[in-house]
């Protein structure tokens, strides 16, 4: 394993871009974290590892995909997990957005006026928080949409009710697929149209708009054609460095899963980019995307687990278990591949205590060594 790289801590937030980590859930070791059971949730180490991110002058966006919302973290859970994370931002003066969906509802509901009302009730539970709204896409949403005029129809009525602009959100179908279809097309550039439309009506409430689609060409599309003042927040796992670096006088801001397992190293490349160090900016980011294209690949929806196992391996918390039993999500070829890549970034703190972890996997896994 290489030395470990001396990354510095920033005194304040990059200046030239806004930027969230998107944040995982550390899972109680003692819990019962099996799937189906209720989430059951390391609340110290899921702090302190926002506080981690907080540290490197990053953003946090609170109990969005990468927190497994979906996937094994219950509504419960999550009002907690909002109300705990956004006291600590306040505590320490760190930035928090926190998603408000409609995960608590059933899987099918009886029509729009449901996902209203259930949209209604999350936002509530985040702005009593005192935390930015992310309006979360919703795979209710997905299944009743017949078209545009849904989407804006109960979009257009929260924004009416929202007290601060919010993040809309546009998840792709590689990270949930039942979010097919979203904004009322399967066609990428009608689906756009439709959200450009909504956007432009209302863009008073609307600080930005996260886009998960990892199509970097139709980002750059969309953002050229954003009403001013909005922002766009790529959520590109693979082709980050390139957007928010921008060109032609555009860029993209961040709101990334990838930026909770890199973060030491997005921190150094922002602050570079602040002070003009485009060198400086590719030497921290470039040794990162292989590590990013590789817990990314599909089935995409399974990169939180390869985000749970390098923060163990990284000491953030005590071991690799997932609420919803995610853990299991990824095999030990991936997770060895993530190790490898990890430590050739320079983004493994502790390489005595990393390889000791990655040793005693091995030995679960049975693999000989």
């Known amino acids: 394993m290489r030395e470990p790289k001396q990354w510095p801590r920033p005194a304040d937030p990059p200046r030239s871009r806004v930027a969230y980590a998107a944040a995982h859930v550390a899972a109680d070791p003692l819990g019962d974290n099996a799937l189906g059971a209720p989430s059951a949730v390391d609340w110290e180490g899921t702090l302190a590892f926002r506080r981690h991110l907080w540290s490197h002058g990053l953003g946090v966006a609170e109990a969005m995909d990468t927190a497994q919302r979906g996937m094994g973290l219950d509504w419960a859970a999550t009002r907690e997990l909002i109300r705990r994370s956004s006291a600590e931002a306040r505590s320490v003066g760190g930035r928090v957005a926190a998603g408000a969906g409609t995960d608590h509802l059933p899987a099918r509901v009886a029509d729009l006026d449901a996902v209203l009302a259930g949209y209604e009730e999350q936002i509530r539970v985040v702005e009593d928080a005192e935390a930015q709204v992310i309006l979360m896409a919703s795979r209710q949403m997905a299944a009743l949409g017949r078209g545009p ?64 689609l990892l199509d970097a060409d139709h980002e750059v599309r969309l953002r050229a054609e954003l009403p001013e003042g909005v922002r766009l927040y790529t959520g590109d796992d693979f082709h980050y460095p390139e957007l928010i670096k921008g060109g032609g006088g555009s860029h993209s801001d961040a709101l990334l899963g990838i930026f909770a397992a890199i973060a030491p190293a997005a921190s150094a490349a922002l602050h570079a980019l602040d002070n003009g160090d485009e060198a400086g900016y590719d030497a921290a980011f470039d040794p990162t995307v292989p590590l990013a294209r590789h817990l990314f690949t599909a089935p995409t929806y399974y990169y939180k687990t390869g985000i749970a196992f390098l923060a163990w391996l990284s000491g953030h918390q005590p071991g690799f278990t997932m609420v919803g039993g995610l853990h299991g999500g990824r095999g030990i070829v991936h997770l060895s591949r993530a190790f490898r890549l990890a430590d050739e970034a320079g983004l493994l703190p502790d390489p005595e205590l990393a390889a000791a972890r990655m040793n005693s996997l091995l030995d679960v896994a049975g693999v000989a060594r």
């Not at 009416?160 to 809309?168: N, T």
């Not at 097919?180 to 439709?194: F, K, L, V």
């Open 149 to 212: 005029e849904d989407y804006h129809k109960v979009y257009g009525t929260l924004l009416g009710q929202v007290r601060e602009p919010v993040i809309l959100h546009w998840l792709g179908p590689m990270f949930d697929p039942a979010l097919a279809g979203y904004w009322g097309s399967e066609d990428i550039e009608r689906a756009s149209e439709s959200l450009l439309a909504l956007m432009r009506e209302h863009a008073a409430k609307v600080d930005g708009v996260k886009v998960s």
